[in-house]
C-alpha cells in the first residue's frame, strides 16, 4: 500500500540507504538530545537557589511613577511591580503618603505597622 505522505521508491538498494540515513540521523539526534539534557543539568547546578521575595512594591502609572501600594509575595492581586526588601517596604508605608498596603494580603500587619 502506498503511503501519501512518504512516497517510497521500490527498489531494495535505494529502501536500504534511506534506511541507513534514518539510522545516522537518529544517532545524531540522540547525541544532540544528551548533549542537551547534560547543559540543563549543568545549568541547573548552576543556578543559585534564590528564596522569591517576600514583599513587593507596585508603582503607579505617569512621570513620576511613584511608590503606589505594597504587597506581600503571596498576593494575587498584583502582576506588576519590583521585588523589594523588607526595610525598603517598611520605608515606603512610613514617608510616602499617597502609598499604601494591599487591602487583601495585608502587608502591614506582617510588618508590624497598624496603629493601635
Not at 540507504?17 to 540543563?40: G, K, M, Q
Not at 537557589?49 to 512594591?57: T, Y
Request: with cysteine; proline share 10%.
Amino acid at each position: 500500500m502506498q503511503d501519501p505522505l512518504l512516497p517510497l521508491p521500490p527498489a531494495l538498494d535505494q529502501l536500504l540507504v534511506i534506511r541507513r540515513w534514518l539510522e545516522l540521523t537518529l544517532v545524531r539526534v540522540d547525541e544532540r538530545i544528551s548533549a542537551v539534557r547534560a547543559f540543563e543539568e549543568e545549568r541547573a547546578r548552576r543556578r543559585p537557589l534564590r528564596e522569591p521575595p517576600r514583599w513587593w512594591i507596585e508603582y503607579g502609572i505617569g512621570v513620576s511613577r511613584r511608590p503606589d501600594r505594597v504587597h506581600t509575595s503571596a498576593c494575587r492581586m498584583t502582576t506588576r511591580g519590583k521585588p523589594s526588601t523588607r526595610e525598603s517596604v517598611t520605608e515606603v508605608l512610613r514617608t510616602v503618603p499617597s502609598a499604601i498596603a494591599c487591602p487583601l494580603c495585608r502587608p502591614d500587619t506582617e510588618l508590624g505597622l497598624l496603629d493601635t
